[in-house]
Each structure stands twice: as structure tokens, then as C-alpha cells.
């Protein structure tokens, strides 16, 4: 079995085949043109240079085309980086697919909807039940394909999903330690919070910013949606506005994106929970990356940090 390209080295040779996540045309500063490619498999990501790239070049390496690549690891600033030596276009005698090449979820997307859907069930508030249970079953194929986020965590096939399960258990969890936070409001906020992704957006699979995602955001869209469906279902009262504020405020200040800072307590443990399982979800991957004794590569969403692995578990 091949190996992932996140289990390359420095100076190991690499003679396989990688999808391309992105593809950026810059200039050198010879003036001559080039292409940045992001290139993945299951197991991850590495930036790439093509030099000189023709016109040919930029129509050939797209988003989303399987390549084969015969190169070999460098680093770059601290980075792992593919030097290529060779490139092209898979071809269907190649036998093999693209769906190979994404890296997915941990967990499996029927394991991850059956305790979506378990929390939806403990939830004894109707108004709040109702809501919730709603916007997931109409956004159900959606929630259990897309990524949490364009980069940085959880960015793969059934991330949001993902995302999801492991802050209801951390709620779960809190909730026992401290009993007077309202679980049903907590796992709404939960299940909702990120739901206005699968607007903003494009797809499950190397996905970009729509339009609507990028003058709205994911934020302001959930709270409509919110709205609308309260509505719908003839929901009025302090609950509804409520769970927009958690909506609201999940990212903890404004300069995060959060149109207002929390408010509410279970606000503040949403927020806290989020940014937990983001930041042990970019660590983990990380390390996982690197053998005992080793530093991760930089996480920029964690100010430029490095993290060590011990020889001891």
C-alpha cells in the first residue's frame, strides 16, 4: 500500500498520484509564470510549484484534477514542499479515482447523523426540538458531506458532521459537571452553529467561498434561517431569540467574526467548546504528521505555533 504524502520526509522521493485541491497562477520575479499547487490525498496536503507554467499548463491543473507527480520533498520555510519533476493528467488506464484521494471524517457519516440525531431526541424544550430537527433533516445529505471549514480544521468530507458529535459530547460532558446549564439550548447551538456553512460554501469536496458566503456569512445566514423556520412552524418567544444569540456570538468576539460577544451562558460554553475541539482537531492532525522527538509544522490559526511530541504517552 502506498503511503500518504503527509508520511513523506524531507528528501524522499515521491512517484504517485495526488489531487489538486487549488491551483494559483503568480509570476516569478523573472517575469515568467507559475502555478501553486495544493495537492491531497486521504491523509493530507502539500503546496507545490510548477515553473514556467505554460497556457496549457494553467487549463491542464485545475481544482479537482488527479494528477500523478514524480518529485521530491523539500522544505520551505518550515514547510514541507513538493518539488516536481514531472507531472500529468491521470488517465482513466491509470485505474485509479478521485474520491480516493480526499481525506474523510474519522468516523463514519451514519455513526456521526446517529447521534445527531440521539441528541435531537434527549431535547425536551419542543420549540427548541422542533427547530433543530427540522433544519437537519432538511439539510441532512449536505450536513453529512461537507467540511467545517475551507482550511485550518476539519476541512474534509464529513467534517462539519464531525465537528458536531465531538462538541455534543464535550456538552454532554460539561452538562454533567455543571448541571445547571440548559442542555437543550447547548445542543442546539451545537447542531446549529456552523449549519449556515452548507451556504456558504460551494461544496463538500475542495470547496470555496459562494458569493452568498462571502457578503453574508455563514453566521448572519444561519440566524435567517432561524428566523424563517420559527416562523414556519409558528414558534414564537424568548427561545428563538435565544438561539440566534448562540448563533450570533459562537465565535466570542467581534474581531473573530461575531456580530455580538456572548451573552448567555451557554453562549460562553458554545463559544469555549468550538474553539476547543477547532484547536484539537488542527493539534492532533498535526501531530500526527511527526514521530516522537519532532515539532509540528507551524499552525497559523494558533499564532504561528509549533508543537512538540513527547517519547511518553
Do not use: C
Amino acid at each position: 500500500m502506498k503511503k500518504g504524502i503527509t508520511q513523506y520526509g524531507v528528501g524522499d522521493v515521491f512517484d504517485h498520484f495526488l489531487l489538486i485541491k487549488s491551483s494559483k497562477k503568480g509570476v516569478a520575479s523573472n517575469g515568467k509564470p507559475f502555478l501553486t499547487l495544493i495537492l491531497k490525498d486521504a491523509t493530507g496536503e502539500i503546496e507545490a510549484k510548477l515553473w514556467e507554467a505554460t497556457k496549457e499548463d494553467e487549463e491542464l491543473f485545475t481544482s479537482d484534477t488527479l494528477v500523478k507527480l514524480q518529485g521530491e520533498v523539500n522544505q520551505f520555510r518550515g514547510r514541507a514542499q513538493l518539488k516536481i519533476h514531472s507531472i500529468r493528467p491521470s488517465q482513466a488506464t491509470d485505474g485509479v479515482k478521485a474520491s480516493d484521494f480526499v481525506e474523510k471524517a474519522p468516523v463514519e457519516k451514519e455513526v456521526l447523523m446517529d447521534r445527531i440525531t440521539e441528541a435531537i431526541f434527549e431535547m425536551q424544550n419542543p420549540n427548541l426540538q422542533r427547530i433543530t430537527r427540522y433544519l437537519v433533516q432538511h439539510n441532512q445529505d449536505a450536513l453529512l458531506t461537507y467540511p467545517a471549514a475551507v482550511k485550518n480544521h476539519h476541512e474534509y468530507i464529513s467534517g462539519l458532521a464531525h465537528h458536531i458529535v465531538s462538541m455534543l459530547d464535550l456538552a454532554s460532558n460539561l452538562k454533567d459537571l455543571y448541571p445547571e446549564l440548559n442542555k437543550d439550548l447547548l445542543y442546539a447551538g451545537v447542531i446549529l452553529h456552523d449549519l449556515g456553512k452548507l451556504k456558504e460554501l460551494s461544496g463538500a469536496s475542495s470547496p470555496s467561498y459562494t458569493l452568498e458566503g462571502k457578503l453574508i456569512g455563514h453566521i448572519p445566514m444561519m440566524v435567517q434561517e432561524i428566523s424563517k423556520v420559527a416562523e414556519e412552524l409558528g414558534i414564537e418567544g424568548e427561545e428563538v431569540t435565544i438561539l440566534q444569540h448562540l448563533v450570533l456570538s459562537h465565535h466570542g468576539k467581534n474581531e473573530w467574526g461575531s456580530p455580538k460577544v456572548p451573552q448567555v451562558r451557554e453562549a460562553e460554553v458554545l463559544h469555549m467548546i468550538d474553539l476547543m475541539d477547532a484547536k484539537m482537531n488542527m493539534m492532533n492532525r498535526a501531530l500526527d504528521k511527526v514521530s516522537p522527538g519532532e515539532f509540528t509544522e507551524r499552525i497559523y490559526p494558533m499564532d504561528q505555533r509549533v508543537f512538540y511530541k513527547p517519547h511518553f504517552e
